[in-house]
């Protein structure tokens, strides 16, 4: 994976809006999703925290955890100028979403519920500037897991 020009102008829309999310983690991360379940109500199945229940529980740990880890993985990319996150968490996302079956489809949709959480969350500090630098961070993320995805699914027998 190449080198993302992630400037600090983006850097710095992303940590400011993801300070105005982080003060309400629980509403946020329902409120994306819900989204999520919008857009693609057959992705409920593909998360462990979704799949029995006919809501997307309030104050579940889980939910948060996948949320604040989308959001603060964003923050360190122009600062290392790629994802870093540690192989055997990159390796551990890969394995998670392959076993879940997730496909190219799914990440878009997942992109989708973010910019519209961050539409809500945000209000009149939304901008398309925002919505870019998010896109590019999330972007980079998508293709660091697909990448461990692909090889993952390569080493199996």
Partial sequence: MGEIVFTEKQEALVKESWEILKQDIPKYSL?????????????????????????????????????VKTCETAI???????????????????????????????????KEALVRTLKEGLGEKYNEEVEGAWSKAYDHLALAIKAEMKQEDSQKP
């Fill in 76 to 110: 360190q990319l122009r600062e290392k100028g790629k994802v870093v996150v540690a192989d055997t968490t990159l390796q551990y996302l890969g394995s998670v979403h392959l076993k879940s079956g997730v496909l190219d489809p799914h990440f878009e949709v997942v």
């Fill in 31 to 67: 409120h994306f999703f819900s989204q999520i379940l919008e857009i693609a109500p057959a992705a409920k199945d593909m998360f462990s925290f979704l799949r029995d229940t006919d809501e997307v529980p309030h104050n579940n740990p889980k939910l948060k955890a996948h949320a």
